[in-house]
């Protein structure tokens, strides 16, 4: 009787229609030549160490969102009507290349009034209008390290009374989950009063009269881990209860496509022993540092 030998390998796929990788195409090798092989998937096992960071995978991070919050600044600085969105992605993108980073997390997403309710736009060929929000979600990498940020803001500088009033409704609830980010804090928790907060909000604005109806302005999930990947292992994140080293976003929005506002506000939060911090909090978030970094003279 032959032995039994375990290979373990990571055989995650992006989608069931992915292409094999490699790991996948030396199981099937494996298998034919040796049936005695048994292939074990080792995906999850990686997902949950790569769920705490060292200091040093934190450092890493830190750094890409600080080249990002420099390309933010230029797109704030650059923003103007009449220019098309990806004229102005093109400056997040000369900024991270003069900083030594050629790599991205993710495709930028530049979505201007209207585009900004589609959740994945990346089309960002829409030229900008004058009276426009634009949402930008995007993330230099350093190191093979991501950063993950969404901001919006008025391309003239200026918010509207009502882009203001549902721009304040999504900060607040960005702030008070990032609040409530702490070890022992169970995803789902955060996940479930993210929603419940935006229902309310959205009930304040005039949008629904009953909370069930508040996936028809907020469509996806509080957030996900970060780290090597934009979603760092997802697998793990839909279960975890948070403990000291995790990082994770935090991006509550609302999307008013009959308005052409579209509103998102993402934010990469370290998990501490004694709470959290939020690695991002120097990149400008309110109304009023918005506006004010908008109109002063460069």
Do not use: W
């Amino acid at each position: 009787m032959k032995e039994e030998i375990n290979l373990y390998l990571d055989l995650d796929r992006l989608s069931a229609n992915s292409d094999d990788t490699i790991s996948h195409k030396y199981a099937q090798k494996v298998v034919s030549k040796y049936p005695q092989v048994r292939v074990n998937n080792i995906y999850s096992i990686i997902g949950e160490c790569r769920l705490v960071k060292s200091e040093k995978e934190v450092e890493n991070i830190k750094k890409a969102i600080e080249i990002t919050k420099s390309g933010i600044e230029l797109l704030m600085k650059e923003a103007k009507a009449g220019i098309k969105e990806y004229e102005l992605e093109a400056y997040f993108d000369f900024n991270c290349k003069t900083k030594g980073v050629n790599d991205l997390a993710f495709t930028t997403i530049a979505a201007a009034g209207k585009n900004a309710t589609i959740l994945h736009y990346v089309d960002n060929n829409t030229e900008l209008k004058n009276d426009d929000l634009i949402l930008f979600d995007l993330g230099a990498q350093y190191n093979c390290y991501n950063a993950d940020i969404s901001r919006t803001f008025p391309v003239n500088g200026k918010f509207t009374e009502r882009q203001k009033e549902v721009y304040n409704e999504v900060l607040r609830v960005n702030e008070e989950i990032i609040s409530l980010i702490k070890p022992g804090v169970k995803y789902k928790e955060i996940n479930d009063k993210a929603t419940e907060l935006i229902a309310e909000e959205c009930i304040k604005l005039g949008l629904i009269e009953d909370k069930k109806d508040v996936r028809k302005y907020y469509y996806h999930s509080i957030g996900h881990s970060l780290g090597m990947d934009t979603h760092d292992i997802e697998t793990p994140h839909r279960n975890i209860t948070f403990v000291p080293g995790v990082v994770f976003t935090v991006e509550p929005g609302i999307y008013i496509e009959e308005e052409c506002i579209g509103i998102r506000i993402e934010d990469d939060i370290l998990v501490t022993e004694d709470g959290n911090i939020n690695l991002s909090k120097d990149i400008i978030k309110s109304v009023e540092d918005i506006e004010k970094f908008m109109n002063k003279e460069f």
